[in-house]
């Protein structure tokens, strides 16, 4: 009896996984623009447009780690533009801050897991327009297991990468 309510769960399972639509398309690749590529794709039907760059260089003791990215994103459904997130490849020190240095300017992002981002929209806008003014952008980090880490990114291309978002995203 067991045996037949678990296959009969699991006929049920495959066949919704089957039947229900996707809720994000894969993105689909705008340009690559110097140092960034730009994206788009369709969460639960609404356009999302975002840019991304990986480091030229990543510097720590460290053994290993994931991928890591920086970007900038839209979500005009969600009235969201300019929400600049750095994914770290690695999980955060709990508690603590990262810290961007771009064209000049000083920043500092909140982490949760492997994810840091700015406090607000303002501090989203900021970080945005020094990145876009910038030739290069250096970040630091720590790791729950206390490694510091410093990521530079190159900027080339950052200003028709944001334009080329920002079309596609029709602001």
């Known amino acids: 009896m067991t045996r037949f309510y678990s296959t009969v769960c699991l006929s049920i399972v495959t066949i919704l996984a089957v039947m229900t639509p996707a809720m994000a398309s894969k993105p689909s690749l705008l340009g690559t623009f110097g140092d960034w590529r730009a994206y788009s794709f369709s969460e639960n039907g609404k356009k999302v447009?975002?840019?991304?760059?990986?480091?030229?260089?990543?510097?720590?003791?460290?053994?290993?780690?994931?991928?890591?990215?920086?970007?900038?994103?839209?979500?005009?459904?969600?009235?969201?533009?300019?929400?600049?997130?750095?994914?770290?490849?690695?999980?955060?020190?709990?508690?603590?801050?990262?810290?961007?240095?771009?064209?000049?300017?000083?920043?500092?992002?909140?982490?949760?897991?492997?994810?840091?981002?700015?406090?607000?929209?303002?501090?989203?806008?900021?970080?945005?327009?020094?990145?876009?003014?910038?030739?290069d952008m250096v970040i630091k980090g720590t790791s729950k297991r206390g490694t510091a880490t410093t990521d530079t990114f190159g900027l080339k291309g950052s200003s028709k990468a944001y334009k080329t978002i920002s079309d596609a995203c029709g602001l």
Not at 79 to 88: E, G, L, P, R
Not at 91 to 100: L, N, R
Not at 109 to 125: H, K, N, P
Request: charged content about 20%; some cysteine; aromatic content about 12%.
């Open 49 to 135: 447009c975002y840019m991304a760059a990986q480091p030229k260089t990543d510097v720590g003791n460290y053994t290993q780690r994931g991928d890591i990215y920086a970007l900038i994103t839209h979500r005009p459904a969600e009235k969201t533009k300019d929400v600049f997130s750095y994914i770290a490849g690695y999980p955060y020190k709990s508690g603590s801050e990262v810290t961007i240095k771009a064209n000049g300017s000083i920043f500092k992002l909140f982490t949760q897991d492997s994810t840091a981002w700015a406090a607000d929209a303002a501090a989203d806008r900021a970080v945005v327009a020094a990145i876009r003014g910038g030739s």
